[in-house]
């Protein structure tokens, strides 16, 4: 296997607020590899963007990275501020889930693009200029040239994610964060940023994280899934295994909560309870007050195991693997 | 282009509108509510004297025509001969301007540009040492009463240390007692929306985006920040620049006997020269016409999504 | 949504949230003792502030030599005392600050609900005239009128209160509009509410926090117009005591005596100060985002200040 681009370890974000010290990210490890795409989902308020902006290094006061590190090829982005400078936005860069806010409302788009390409490859003018209408050709821009003096106002919230991902393919990164990037849109204009994000990676070979709540966005574009709940990852697989034989019973939860276009069921499953108050969790497993398989052993911490190759599960009571799975439970 | 200028030409009507406004109030309450000639002549003067100064003043005629007249000596900037200096008051208003003009650049523009750093600074550390040293003294700015402020100036500088003149206009050292007397509260409030709308713009979605970009901080801060955080702190630059003209440059030029219209304007309070107060409240009304319009203007460079 | 319920607080916890503000504490104590001593002058004064005592004339204060414990803070050029004349002037400042706000705040109040309930032309037409009497301040044309009119205090509070009403109006007018689109007054309106019913119960409590810190605020900067009205010359007229007016005697005497300007001076700026801490407080108490941060901000202090002992 290649070397990862990025990993997280340990990583645990706190907000400090009037109700108690709010662990939004309790402890997560993971790692992106080259040309892969991971998927994140979780409930809102499950720490997945949290995790996102401390890679980006914008996490904002009242919250702070307390514990862990992020690094980028092997190299600890937290311990070297000025190298993370020059790393975030060429070799890493986000697409945010709000593309109406996300752009400067006073300036215009052209110059918005062209700041990252003369911040981290020192190409401006001309040059520059070239370099952006290019760009925006490949988003799916049609007729760049005039349009690079428009303000964002000036073009629809599908252009404004467009545009956003072209400044964040601007520097050339090998990694693409994409937080929700499709949630504020419409549905017809979601299908079309999902298949821009397809074509992209296919063609510059980008390692993608996407973060998202919607199942079905995971089953098209990623190679692996992380799920989270309540600041953990609860279980890691590559998606194909995860969506045939979920183990954590919150990810069969979220499976049985999704509906299939081929095999609408008549009812829909939902998971009892609602996601917990972040500043009281329950002890032990955040999910057990809402499992079905919970009983007393999950008010302890439960070990990470790898029920099957490839996959990582936070649960005392896994839901059973059917294919062959020989739960060789590694405690770690 | 053609927006501008059709902009900049419905401002101007709008200003004259605004100095017609003013001027009309100033009109009704003198010659209405107000009896000019009781006010401008000593107590003692006789029936025939006041006949003559009524007469002088045209005031023996229908209300209506006066009023008309009025108008058009406002719209010719012809407001008759000051009765305190028998010359036209227009031209002593005019003589005065540019000591005023001086010390409200030197004032309010220092102001501005201390307001400026000073906000961002504090900004960036919310409840960091310069923020709360910020916060407190722009509160204790705000506080002081300006007048109390220039005494107190004078009593230190000039009677304590004797290190500055505290009285008139005769050298570059005479300015400064004044321009600081007249910066001090702008620079508190003007300190304190820096520093607020700092606080905002940098807390909005765009500016993570932008940090997420790698971009260098002064960048972040002083381009996309700042302009976003411009429009507030434009309006009430041009805000306090209007208030130090209207008002403020009248309280501290007579603490200071700084020679502008501040002081004329109360100096023709004493002598009741109806006729110079009203020439000083016409180009004040003029001026804050045109420093709005300018604001606008400016406000417009800044935000190009604002539309004529 | 800020609805009522979002500033609806016992006063008993409002009171406790206070105290636990220092500036906040001293500035209401400070205000309350203002009141007092308004209210009590002939009381709690020492002299009666227009007696002359030709003898007595320009004492220091106390501590200084020639000074005695009879005038505390001294006497001006006529030999009246200057503490008892701050207790009288406490009076004039706070008449007419609070019947400026009151009459101004009724009236802006009122311009506003009218113009953002009628709409269209009015509400233009009321909003332009707000926006073009906001372009010029005031203090000229107050001279200016003041000159003409003779000054009284009824004049000075009738000219302020003119010049006082279009932020009460513009702010009115914004959180009505704003709040008649939230959903429980749009639900009120469809089940056939009258519109007084809907004005009292369910837009005006949104106002409350507001139009309590906008109050506050513009009693301050009232205050600090009337003080600078009567120093010109142009506001309260002697034998009445005022601030600004005692500022103004002492302003002939700064050379010798300072403790004329500095007394009266210190009176107004802690009124003001006060004024503006609790006027800050109100804010941020009935902003639950707002108070948030300021827990956050104390948490934060309060760690970093234990850090530092730790480190000590």
């Known amino acids: 296997m290649t070397a990862p681009l990025l990993e997280l370890d340990d990583l645990v974000v706190t907000f400090t607020t009037r109700r108690g010290r709010i662990e939004a990210v309790r402890g997560v490890s993971l790692a992106v590899r080259p040309g892969e795409t991971l998927g994140i989902v979780g409930e809102s308020g499950s720490g997945k963007s949290v995790t996102m902006q401390a890679v980006m290094g914008v996490v904002d006061s009242p919250g702070a990275v307390e514990h862990g590190d992020i690094s980028w090829r092997g190299r600890s982005l937290l311990a070297r501020e000025g190298e993370a400078a020059d790393i975030r936005g060429r070799d890493i860069a986000m697409v945010f889930q709000d593309a109406m806010t996300s752009l400067d409302p006073l300036f215009s788009i052209g110059t918005q693009i062209g700041e990252v390409l003369a911040r981290h490859r020192g190409v401006t003018g001309a040059a520059a200029r070239a370099r952006t209408i290019e760009l925006l050709e490949l988003v799916g821009i049609a007729n760049p040239g005039p349009r690079l003096h428009y303000l964002p106002h000036q073009f629809s919230g599908g252009m404004r994610q467009r545009i956003m991902i072209a400044m964040a393919l601007a520097a050339e990164p090998a990694l693409l964060i994409a937080d929700e990037p499709t949630t504020a849109l419409d549905v017809t204009v979601q299908a079309q940023i999902v298949d821009l994000l397809i074509e992209l990676r296919d063609r510059l070979g980008l390692a993608i994280v996407l973060v998202t709540h919607d199942l079905g966005l995971v089953a098209e574009l990623c190679d692996r899934v992380a799920v989270m709940y309540a600041g953990r990852i609860v279980e890691t697989a590559d998606v194909w295994s995860l969506f045939d034989a979920p183990a954590h019973p919150y990810t069969a939860g979220l499976l049985k909560a999704t509906p299939a276009i081929d095999d609408l069921p008549e009812r829909l499953e939902t998971i009892e309870g609602s996601p917990p108050d972040p500043s009281d969790l329950p002890s032990g497993c955040a999910f057990r007050l809402r499992c079905p398989r919970a009983d007393a052993a999950c008010a302890s911490a439960p070990p990470l195991t790898h029920p099957a190759a490839g996959r990582d599960l936070l649960c005392w009571h896994p839901e059973p693997l059917p294919i062959a799975a020989s739960p060789e439970a590694a405690h770690v | 282009m053609d927006r501008v200028a059709n902009l900049i030409l419905r401002r101007l009507l709008h200003g004259v509108i605004v100095v017609l406004g003013v001027m009309t109030i100033v009109f009704f309450v003198t010659r209405i509510i107000g009896d000019p000639v009781q006010v401008m002549l000593p107590v003692e003067a006789t029936e025939a004297e006041r006949a003559l100064l009524r007469n002088q003043l045209g005031l023996d005629r229908p209300i209506l025509e006066q009023f008309l007249q009025f108008a058009g000596n406002t719209l010719t900037f012809n407001f008759g001969d000051s009765l305190w200096q028998r010359r036209p008051a227009m031209d002593i208003v005019l003589q005065r301007l540019p000591m005023t003009a001086l010390l409200t650049a030197a004032g309010i523009g220092a102001a501005i540009l201390l307001s400026i750093p000073l906000g961002i600074v504090a900004a960036l550390r919310p409840d960091g040492i310069v923020d709360r040293t910020t916060v407190v003294a722009s509160l204790a700015g705000l506080s002081m009463p300006q007048f109390w402020l220039g005494l107190l100036l004078i009593i230190l500088f000039g009677v304590k240390l004797g290190w500055l003149p505290t009285s008139g206009a005769r050298s570059p050292a005479h300015i400064i007692l004044p321009a600081i007397t007249l910066a001090l509260p702008s620079l508190a409030r003007l300190a304190m929306v820096v520093r607020t709308a700092m606080i905002d713009e940098m807390n909005r979605q765009y500016i993570k985006v932008v940090r997420a970009k790698g971009l260098k901080r002064a960048r972040v801060i002083g381009v996309h920040a700042l302009r976003n955080a411009s429009v507030p702190i434009l309006t009430l630059s041009g805000w306090e620049i209007i208030g130090a003209l209207a008002g403020n440059v009248v309280v501290v030029e007579s603490i200071f006997a700084w020679p502008g219209l501040g002081l004329t304007v109360m100096q023709s309070i004493e002598r009741q020269d109806l006729i110079l107060l009203q020439a000083v409240v016409f180009t004040v009304a003029v001026m804050a016409v045109c420093i709005n319009i300018l604001i606008d203007i400016a406000h417009r460079a800044i935000d190009p999504r604002v539309n004529a | ?312």
């Open chain 3, 1 to 312: 949504m800020p609805t009522p319920a979002s500033t609806g607080n016992s006063p008993g916890q409002l009171l406790r949230e206070l105290l636990r503000d220092r500036p906040a504490t001293l500035s209401t104590l400070f205000l309350l003792l203002l009141v007092f001593a308004a209210i009590l002058a002939p009381f709690v004064a020492p002299h009666d502030p227009a007696t002359q005592a030709l003898r007595a004339r320009l004492e220091p204060p106390f501590w200084l030599a020639g000074g005695s414990l009879d005038h505390i803070l001294g006497t001006d050029n006529l030999g009246r005392d200057v503490l008892s004349r701050i207790i009288y002037g406490a009076r004039t400042s706070l008449t007419v600050g609070l019947s400026v706000v009151a009459i101004a705040g009724t009236f802006g109040v009122t311009i506003g609900l009218v113009a953002a309930y009628v709409g269209g032309r009015v509400d233009s037409f009321v909003m332009s005239w707000v926006d073009t009497q906001l372009s010029f301040p005031d203090l000229l044309l107050a001279l200016t009128v003041l000159t003409v009119l003779g000054s009284s205090p009824t004049t000075v509070v009738v000219i302020l209160s003119i010049g006082g009403w279009m932020v009460f109006a513009r702010m009115t007018r914004g959180i009505v509009k704003s709040t008649r689109n939230e959903g429980y007054v749009e639900a009120a309106e469809l089940v056939g509410c009258s519109i007084p019913r809907i004005i009292f119960v369910h837009i005006l409590p949104n106002l409350a926090a507001p139009l309590s810190t906008l109050l506050i605020l513009e009693f301050a900067r009232i205050v600090l117009a009337e003080a600078a009205l009567s120093f010109l010359g142009m506001g309260i007229q002697p034998p009445a005591t005022s601030w600004g007016l005692d500022i103004a005697v002492g302003k002939d005497h700064i050379f010798g005596a300072w403790w004329l300007v500095t007394f009266p001076g210190a009176a107004i700026a802690l009124t003001i100060l006060s004024a503006n801490l609790l006027a800050a407080w109100v804010r941020t108490t009935a902003d639950p985002q707002e108070r948030e941060k300021r827990f956050a901000r104390s948490a934060a202090g309060r760690q970093m200040r234990a850090a530092r002992r730790v480190e000590a």
